[in-house]
């Protein structure tokens, strides 16, 4: 299975995951088309995903894993994540199953890791709250929106949030008070600590039903006028101190920027869109042109929102 892992490990590990499987929500999936697991839809074929369906199976899973001493990778909606097209050799770790549901009660919503942000959005909105609308049309789930500390329109995710449950690696599910959680632009230290987020309350205020529902059609139509239609992984840099990445992108001439099939798109400098045929090479070498054109011209190093991962789970490195 993987070049990295030990044969003696890939082995204990499937004897482990059959063992977890006849008792417990669990699927295991091995040689998994990663492009059809990231919005970019790149990406060869990954050795192994572990789909859990409840808290429970990931701190098996996760116990399991560090026992044998192998790295895993979780993974939300992959609407953040350029797969190398050498696949990836590491486990995949997902979520669903009851972890896929979510809750509304008087004082906003309970929900699991791998409900869909935007699913979620449209149910609170429905049920007359309001707090989520800005981050309607944000691809991907709620735990990787919680890792990311997603945002938009002058809200983010840890403006609502009040508690998220965790399982820490090789540790037992906790839950734990947003406010003890460091968080910053686009990243939160959950994500930096590797442990999974299984579910998350959301505390919203009560609205009139036609209001929030306006505000989200609004938003819908904006997104859809700034985003491009091809596949891509949203915004591929964060924006620096007091000022937008796309900004200094388009200035330093970016838009319409071509390797191989992999595009900067035209209506947005920071978002490269995926062409027939674009490999997650190609998709590098762009990001890494643009990187190095922004601080040729400003002086700014950019730094990566989209996380491109390497064969064996590693961040690539875009250059200095
Ligand atoms: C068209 C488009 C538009 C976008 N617009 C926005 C926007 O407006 N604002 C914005 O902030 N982002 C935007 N994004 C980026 C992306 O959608 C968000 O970052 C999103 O929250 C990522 O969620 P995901 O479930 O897809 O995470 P993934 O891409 O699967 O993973 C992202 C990171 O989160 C971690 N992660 C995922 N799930 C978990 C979990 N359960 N527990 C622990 N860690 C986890 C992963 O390990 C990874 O490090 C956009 C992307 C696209 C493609």
Redesign the pocket.
């Known amino acids: 299975m993987a070049k990295n892992i030990p044969l003696s490990a890939v082995r204990e590990l499937q004897s482990e995951l059959r063992l977890l499987q006849r008792e417990l929500p669990l699927e295991v999936h091995e040689r998994v088309d990663l492009a059809s697991w990231?919005?970019?839809r790149i990406g060869g074929l990954g050795d192994l995903v572990i789909r859990c369906g409840s808290e429970t199976v990931v701190a098996e899973v996760l116990s399991a894993l560090g026992r044998i001493g192998v790295r895993y990778?979780?993974?939300?909606?992959?609407?953040?994540?350029v797969f190398d097209d050498r696949g990836l050799r590491i486990p995949l770790l997902t979520?669903g199953g009851d972890l896929a549901r979510w809750e509304i009660d008087p004082d906003g919503v309970v929900a699991g890791?791998?409900a869909k942000?935007t699913q979620v959005c449209r149910a609170v909105a429905r049920a007359g709250f309001s707090g989520m609308e800005g981050?309607f049309?944000?691809?991907?789930?709620?735990?990787?929106?919680?890792?990311?500390?997603?945002?938009?329109?002058g809200v983010?995710?840890f403006d609502l949030l009040d508690r998220v449950e965790?399982v820490p690696a090789g540790g037992r599910p906790v839950t734990i008070p947003a406010a003890a959680i460091g968080h910053g632009y686009?990243s939160s230290e959950?994500?930096q600590r590797?442990?999974?987020?299984?579910r998350v309350r959301l505390n919203l205020e009560p609205a009139e039903i036609s209001r929030v529902m306006g505000k989200i059609r609004e938003i819908n139509l904006l997104?859809r006028k700034k985003?491009?239609s091809r596949?891509?992984?949203?915004?591929v840099f964060r924006n620096p101190p007091g000022d937008f990445a796309g900004r200094l992108l388009e200035a330093a001439g970016c838009k319409g920027l071509r390797v191989g099939g992999a595009r900067i798109t035209e209506v947005h400098a920071n978002?490269i869109v995926a062409d027939r045929g674009a490999t997650s090479a190609d998709v590098v070498e762009l990001a890494r042109t643009m990187r190095r054109r922004v601080h040729d011209r400003f002086g700014i190093l950019l730094e990566p929102?989209?996380?491109f991962l390497d064969e064996l789970g590693e961040p690539i490195d875009l250059g200095g």
């Open positions: 990231s919005s970019m990778f979780v993974l939300g909606g992959g609407s953040n994540v979520l890791a791998s942000l981050l049309g944000i691809p991907g789930t709620l735990g990787g929106a919680v890792a990311m500390n997603a945002g938009a329109y983010e995710i965790i686009r959950l994500k590797g442990d999974v987020v299984t997104r985003l491009p596949p891509s992984a949203g915004s978002v929102e989209v996380l």
